[in-house]
Nanobody, 118 residues
Framework: QVQLVESGGGLVQPGGSLRLTCVPS????????MGWYRQAPGKQRELAAI???????TYTDVVKGRFTISRDNAKNAVYLQMNSLKPEDTAVYYC????????????WGQGTQVTVSS
């Protein structure tokens, strides 16, 4: 069974930075795309950023210019660098993977909490 393991969450002050890491239990090349989603208390889960196997990236408007998604094929990992964090970025962040030929993100990590507060 495929597992996606996230790490790197925590408590940070507004304006601070965090880097999230996602490591799948199988080759990252088995996924056509990997993404970071987030869910704030009382809200629906939303997309933060996506990176395809070819390296193309997509960001939701509210994180553009502050967040950067990247992948390290040698380390079999996907990262989300989050800068200039705001209290409204507080959420559980989930790593997700989409297989080639699939329209859906079928594989999800357990989530890592990010709290932005002074």
């Amino acid at each position: 069974q495929v597992q996606l393991v996230e790490s790197g969450g925590g408590l940070v002050q507004p304006g601070g930075s965090l880097r999230l890491t996602c490591v799948p239990s199988e080759s990252i090349f088995n996924f056509a795309a990997m993404g970071w989603y987030r869910q704030a208390p009382g809200k629906q889960r939303e997309l933060a950023a996506i990176i395809t196997i070819g390296g193309s990236t997509t960001y939701t408007d509210v994180v553009k210019g502050r967040f950067t998604i990247s992948r390290d094929n040698a380390k079999n990992a996907v990262y989300l660098q989050m800068n200039s964090l705001k209290p409204e970025d507080t959420a559980v962040y989930y790593c997700a993977g989409r297989r080639r030929g699939s329209a859906d993100y079928d594989y999800w990590g357990q989530g890592t909490q990010v709290t932005v507060s002074s």
